[in-house]
């Protein structure tokens, strides 16, 4: 399935600071949110339009509105909690879902502790929200919870992507578009995405 490098300029001198270890938190925070509406940008091109009919203060005519079809936002906790206001700025009206989910230091695997989505999740395009994907177990699994609550239409929204995570994601779930804003190098032996940023939740929440 595709995959949507967002690599606009604005995007990229962002994405400089984020990166930088001396970045605090709170710049850290607002430029992810800069950074997550410039890519929404992009992950949402395809939305649906209906005519509309309006008057300018000159004449009438016919405008485009977005065709109301329902969206989600869902956030993996917690690190993709902090991509949901930007995307809320552009789309107000989106119902949010989140998705508990820590990664074991020692295998790397996903382990699940809340999951509450809307009830509807299953008539509503989803944005999929998680600012790395690193080995892409939590993404691959987020993906199969929403799935298995019926969701058939998602995007996958990550900052920083490994190669490694990219191609996991497209072997189980080939139908989910990516959207990220880099690709970096490779996972080192922890599981950490090089160059990357470090992690996205203590520098975040600034838990380090
Ligand atoms: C981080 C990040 C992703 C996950 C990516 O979360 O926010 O959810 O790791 O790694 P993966 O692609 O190898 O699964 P973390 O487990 O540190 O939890 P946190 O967001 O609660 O800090
Ligand atoms: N989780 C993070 O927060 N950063 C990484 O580089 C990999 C997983």
Do not use: W
């Not at 990229?12 to 850290?28: C, M, P, S, V």
């Not at 993906?143 to 990219?166: D, F, N, R, V, Y």
């Not at 080939?174 to 990357?196: F, Q, R, T």
């Amino acid at each position: 399935m595709k995959l949507t490098v967002v690599d606009h300029p604005l995007v990229q001198h962002k994405l400089a600071i984020i990166r930088d270890k001396n970045t605090g938190n709170k710049e850290f925070r607002e430029l992810m949110e800069e950074v997550t509406m410039l890519m929404a940008y992009e992950a949402m091109r395809d939305l649906e339009l209906d005519p509309v009919t309006i008057e300018t203060p000159l004449t009438t005519m016919t405008a485009h509105m977005l065709s109301g079809k329902k969206l989600a936002v869902v956030a993996i906790l917690r690190a993709g909690l902090i991509m949901v206001d930007g995307i809320l700025k552009l789309v107000p009206a989106a119902k949010v879902g989140h998705i508990g989910l820590y990664r074991d230091p020692n295998t790397l695997q996903p382990v699940e502790y809340y999951c509450k989505l809307p009830s509807d999740i299953a008539e509503r395009r989803v944005f999929l929200t998680d600012p790395m994907l690193a080995t892409a177990g939590s993404a691959v699994h987020a993906l199969s919870i929403l799935k298995a609550k019926g969701a058939h239409h998602i995007k996958l929204m990550s900052i920083i992507a490994a190669p490694e995570g990219i191609k996991r994601v497209q072997e189980a779930h080939p139908d989910v578009e990516i959207v990220v804003a880099a690709v970096d190098s490779h996972l080192n032996d922890h599981g950490y995405i090089v160059p990357g940023l470090g992690d996205a939740g203590d520098r975040i929440y600034g838990t380090k």
